[in-house]
């Protein structure tokens, strides 16, 4: 069963009661109450979706725009504390990603470099039904909300983009969100322009940055006893995150305070190198710049780190059967 910060059902409770209505109905059909939501640390994600089924009953289906624009990084809790304390705003990111398990469960926070910037994308886990619409709209006005915070100012160049069609009361995003929103998309994602990231957080700890690493670390060999990926998963998704070129073992290894020995076992014990998750994610980077942008073949070569522009015609030959020229005109041919 999953458990997550019972936080956001704090927040429907607290408007729930601030229009005068009875509590007893919102938690219809749960295992909770309203001295057992203020005390615990955790709820079991069955009882927060029924909640928020009882509470759209009396709150209409506007649920996850009341929570989220509650939300702050303080609704994180130790999470929140870790990506304010980063040194920038990508390093805020990227934590986000790597403890997004350890706080909701029902969700998987992916972030990915882009052309112009990263999208950090939200995966769901499945059965969330109806509901789902509310944790992504109040996932996306966290997100905007941390971001605001570290860069000081409104995000209004992102692109909010929702995995559902546009609702009857799609209005009051305009007063929520500050960047353009669009709906139909297959996942729910924040598309962050480039200038935004290297932004320094006026919140930056060195020391508590540096424990929040000691801590996901210790995670990390956690979960690896009960998911065996969970250091192939790290730095793939640190390597995802990251602008060209890519940062090296050593790099990776240093934010978590382990030696690239100690990485580099803990790779091989799930069957995973280094080197074959960094040609993995310099396949994605090949691929994008060949589909979405007019660089040359020449061009895109150096942009990877490739001195010899054969060398990476070889290696995208290797990566898909392919050479970038005939992959790139039948990316074109649709």
């Not at 969700?107 to 052309?115: A, C, D, N, Y």
């Not at 160049?157 to 069609?165: G, I, T, V």
């Not at 793939?236 to 076992?265: K, Q």
């Not at 074959?276 to 061009?299: D, F, K, M, P, T």
Request: include cysteine; proline fraction near 4%.
């Amino acid at each position: 069963m999953i458990h997550i910060s019972p936080v956001y059902a704090r927040y429907v409770l607290q408007e729930y009661q601030r229009r005068g209505y009875d509590p007893g109905e919102l938690f219809a059909g749960t295992g909770l109450s309203v001295s057992a939501l203020q005390s615990s640390d955790t709820i079991a994600l069955e009882d927060f979706n029924q909640l928020l089924e009882n509470g759209r009953k009396a709150l209409d289906d506007e649920l996850g725009l009341i929570i989220g624009r509650q939300v702050n990084v303080m609704t994180l809790g130790s999470v929140g504390v870790a990506a304010a304390s980063a040194p920038t705003l990508r390093d805020g990111l990227q934590a986000l990603e790597n403890f997004s398990q350890l706080h909701a469960g029902q969700i998987q926070v992916e972030v990915r470099s882009t052309l112009q910037g990263v999208a950090s994308r939200m995966h769901f886990v499945s059965g969330m039904g109806s509901v789902e619409r509310f944790h992504a709209e109040s996932g996306a006005l966290l997100l905007q909300s941390y971001v605001e915070m570290i860069g000081g100012r409104p995000l209004v160049d992102a692109e909010f983009r929702m995995p559902f069609e546009r609702p009857a009361y799609a209005a009051r995003y305009e007063q929520l969100f500050h960047g353009p929103i669009s709906f139909g998309w297959p996942i729910t994602s924040v598309e962050i322009p480039r200038h935004w990231l290297d932004t320094p957080s006026p919140y930056f700890h060195a020391e508590l940055w540096q424990q929040s690493q000691v801590n996901l670390e210790s995670r990390l060999r956690e979960l690896g006893s009960q998911t065996g990926d969970s250091y192939s998963a790290y730095v793939r998704s640190c390597l995802r995150a990251s602008e060209l070129p890519l940062p090296d073992l050593a790099a990776i290894a240093a934010r978590i305070n382990v030696s690239t020995r100690t990485l580099n076992r803990r790779l091989l014990e799930e069957n995973a190198n280094f080197r074959q998750l960094r040609n993995g994610v310099l396949q994605e980077w090949a691929e994008r710049y060949l589909s979405e942008s007019g660089a040359s073949i020449e061009a895109i070569a150096a942009i990877l780190g490739y001195g010899d522009v054969s060398n990476f015609r070889r290696a995208f030959k290797a990566w898909t059967g392919e050479s970038p020229g005939s992959f790139r005109k039948r990316q074109a041919n649709g």
